[in-house]
């Protein structure tokens, strides 16, 4: 859990440096849509990070990392606020795993279509 923590905790780091703060802090070309008010084009961001072949591979990774901390994170957190009971305990375990499973899964979605798009 401490490799996958500090794996998730940089991968945190990475992907708040390059959207969050690009967004609110950062230099991003405005764009303006059907002559709107000008908006900040984040995707235009997505689209060229998730182009790069080296930071998909970063992204998918992270993403499984995040699987599995969450494989064993989802459970041990309702055991740690005694929030157990051997009545309850298969759904928290088969919720959790499938929260574990399909989230990152989808979230790892995202950069595969587009690099592959």
Request: glycine share 6%; net charge positive; proline share 4%.
């Amino acid at each position: 859990m401490g490799i996958l923590g500090t794996l998730v905790l940089v991968f945190l780091v990475v992907h708040i440096k390059d959207f969050y703060a690009q967004v609110h802090y950062g230099h991003l070309e405005p764009v303006s849509y059907k002559n709107q008010e000008q908006i900040t084009d984040l995707y235009k961001t997505v689209h060229d990070l998730f182009k790069i072949n080296w930071y998909v591979a970063l992204y998918v990774f992270c993403m499984g990392a995040l699987g599995f901390h969450l494989w064993h994170g989802f459970s041990s957190a309702f055991q740690t606020l005694g929030l157990n009971h051997p009545k309850y305990n298969p759904i928290i375990k088969f919720v959790g795993r499938a929260f574990a499973v399909v989230v990152p899964a989808l979230f790892a979605l995202i950069p595969l279509v587009i690099y592959f798009k």
